[in-house]
């Protein structure tokens, strides 16, 4: 079989015989792979004029809720995957982490759009007012790069690694060209034939190679955006590319690392902080059979417990069985093909000039169902090294796969500085049950980490994990870890747009932006706004309410309902040292009383109120003060049906601007409520 690449809206087959891709487990000849005859610069401009041009037009809910599609479709697909996925050398749980973990990071950012306007472009920070009167204002909106995405990927996660970073990107509204690592292509190419296939993304979105993609990068334009996962030798030379210098292309390099996990002096072998760190370490030393760039290298211990470390962990990978994961039992599967054997067998072979293996082999151990001749696979090998501050290959070395190193230490800051020994890492673990011990951990290894988990009984039953990074949180490091940043939620996605400050006056920011801006001029109807649907509201449109005069009596009232009773509010004998010159309104009775007044009590479009932000209260309010508001439309939002019964709707944000007799505002915020469509198809 030869693969094939997704390119120009069309499958093609690379000519010439490429490379030949082998089962991981059996040894088998799975297919071949050549990318030779693709045109990458026609690839590059059609992503960028056909897919970009599409995905531009999405605003971020439509973005949003394609992804959600997708999700879907390909969770429907998985156990297909999973059955592929076996070649690779992967158990079902180490594919369940590849596959349901990456179609996850889809389900997140489809999510996400909710913290996005309903725009093809969105908008950051809070407005910044350049002028005394506030007739000149600056903001900050963020656009699509006009470029592609170019995802370079390792061969440990094929799928998790694709889509993890494209969800980020097509959310954003760029489209991505993938190169996944040959060895393991054959996985990645299964699943981008389903994503075409499904016709959720706008033809030129994706495009894949699954050959050799030498050359792309002289191609790449500013607009461009190139990520890197993989060694760090090899990232180090594509970010010196002279086209990416040239062009100042932005490149994302997520590098292998030599993590570690940090046992607290705290902890004792009956503390089950003890049970949870063996099994945590254990756990990461097996999972992909060790082909992880997040995997645990280096494990510091106190030296009091090296012994007991070195003799549970040892007990637990003793009953790890290795073999065919098809076979029931068997918990670590192969490396991803002989070549990575053949160098991780190397680095072992090195790190054993300067430190013990205390556990495994590279030539005694047993496998199940399948042969040692033909497969990939390795034994877990553990090290001690008794001096890690002068024999320091453990923190430089890194054999990509189940190998790790036993180190002691004596006190906290060695293990910290043992840590950071590491250069720079993707991610630390820390296991211990004293909360001051953390905190002086953290606070002191987090410069050389872009992670740090800590771990104890508390949080050990619902933790994902050392190894696992969250889409909602940055993943990547600092130093020897590549120095960039993926996912981490909102701000994955600005990594894929231009931000740009824009300035002007109030009213012409309402109209770029889509979004009200204090200070803007007010459109008034003859309706009332609450009953105007979804589709009929206009950004701006304002009510003038009545106004209402404060009484003590309402500040009596609303603290016997309310059942607050502050002194400010209550005791104008206590007043004295405060910023107050009499008994002042509850900033919620204000808020409440603005609600009577700009609320329409008629049924109509309006089906709920659906939350508060940004309240603030920033004048007192005296007995005698008169106060109006003046209400408007800030932002639309819609929100998709759930099922053919539910009510097309929207959200309405609406900035409630309360004022006093001066014109001076008192309280002001946002409300937000759903509002029914006229059109319900």
């Keep these: 079989m030869q693969l094939k690449n997704y390119a120009l809206g069309r499958w093609i087959i690379g000519e010439g015989s490429g490379q030949t891709l082998y089962n991981a487990i059996t040894g088998e000849e799975i297919a071949t792979t050549s990318s030779k005859g693709l045109d990458f610069e026609q690839m590059l401009h059609y992503a960028r004029k056909t897919g970009g041009t599409s995905l531009r037009k999405m605003t971020f809910q439509e973005r949003g809720r394609m992804l959600k599609a997708l999700a879907i479709h390909l969770q429907s697909k998985k156990e297909t995957f999973y059955k592929i996925s076996w070649a690779t050398g992967a158990t079902r749980s180490d594919s369940w982490v590849d596959i349901e973990g990456g179609i996850g990071n889809l389900f997140s950012y489809a999510s996400l759009r909710r913290q996005f306007p309903d725009e093809t472009f969105c908008y950051e920070g809070d407005v910044v007012k350049l002028s005394k009167e506030g007739s000149f204002i600056g903001h900050h909106i963020c656009v699509p790069k006009q470029g592609v995405a170019i995802h370079i990927n390792a061969f440990n996660f094929p799928v998790w690694g694709m889509l993890e970073k494209i969800a980020v990107n097509l959310l954003a509204g760029v489209p991505a060209i993938v190169k996944p690592a040959t060895i393991t292509s054959f996985l990645t190419e299964a699943v981008v034939q389903e994503i075409v296939s499904s016709k959720i993304l706008p033809e030129g979105a994706l495009q894949l190679i699954c050959g050799s993609a030498n050359g792309i990068l002289d191609y790449v334009t500013s607009q461009d955006v190139v990520t890197f996962t993989g060694s760090a030798s090899t990232g180090k030379k594509l970010k010196a590319h002279p086209r990416l210098i040239e062009e100042a292309v932005p490149f994302n390099m997520e590098a292998d690392s030599l993590n570690c996990c940090v046992l607290g002096s705290d902890v004792t072998p009956n503390m089950p902080e003890f049970d949870i760190f063996i099994k945590e370490v254990q756990r990461e030393i097996t999972t992909k059979a060790g082909q992880k760039c997040t995997a645990v290298r280096r494990i510091i211990v106190p030296n009091n417990l090296v012994e007991d470390v070195q003799i549970a962990l040892g007990k637990r990978l003793a009953a790890t069985k290795i073999g065919d994961p098809n076979v029931e039992g068997v918990r670590m599967g192969a490396l ?346």
Excluded at 508 to 515: K, M, P, R
Excluded at 650 to 667: F, H, Q, R, S
């Design 336 to 681: 991803a093909g002989k070549e990575q054997l053949q160098e991780v067998t190397e680095k072992v072979k090195e790190l054993a000039k300067s430190q013990e293996i205390v556990f495994g082999s590279l030539d005694n151990f047993e496998i199940i169902g399948a042969k040692k001749e033909t497969g990939a696979f390795m034994s877990p090998i553990l090290f001690l090294n008794n001096d890690p501050f002068k024999n320091q290959d453990c923190h430089n070395i890194e054999a990509f796969g189940p190998v790790s190193t036993i180190m002691p230490y004596t006190h906290l800051e060695e293990a910290t500085e043992l840590a950071k020994m590491g250069k720079g890492s993707l991610v630390c673990s820390i296991v211990t049950a004293d909360d001051k011990l953390a905190r002086q951990f953290v606070v002191e290894a987090a410069c050389m980490h872009g992670r740090i988990l800590v771990l104890n009984a508390d949080c050990a039953k619902e933790s994902t994990g050392h190894g696992s990074p969250m889409p909602m949180l940055t993943h990547g490091g600092p130093g020897r870890a590549g120095g960039g940043e993926e996912m981490g939620g909102k701000r994955g996605v600005f990594h894929y747009l231009q931000r740009t400050s824009i300035q002007g006056s109030p009213t012409t920011l309402t109209h770029v932006l889509g979004q009200y801006q204090y200070g803007g001029k007010y459109i008034e109807k003859d309706l009332h706004p609450f009953q105007r649907y979804f589709e009929d509201l206009e950004i701006g449109e304002t009510l003038i309410t009545a106004k209402h005069t404060v009484h003590e009596a309402d500040i009596l009232n609303f603290a016997n309902v309310s059942g607050d009773n502050f002194y400010a509010h209550m005791d104008a004998t206590s007043l004295e040292g405060t910023i107050f010159t009499g008994r002042v309104a509850h900033g919620y009775y204000i808020l409440s009383k603005a609600a009577g007044l700009f609320v329409d009590a008629k049924k109509g479009p309006v089906l709920l109120n659906y939350g508060l932000d940004d309240c603030r209260f920033v004048k007192p309010v005296y007995p005698g003060a008169t106060i109006g508001v003046r209400f408007t439309c800030k932002e639309k939002i819609d929100q998709e049906k759930k099922n053919e019964e539910d009510i097309a709707k929207g959200i309405v944000k609406w900035l409630v601007d309360v004022y006093d007799e001066t014109g001076e505002t008192v309280a002001i915020a946002t409300i937000l409520t759903m509002v029914k469509k006229r059109n319900q198809s």
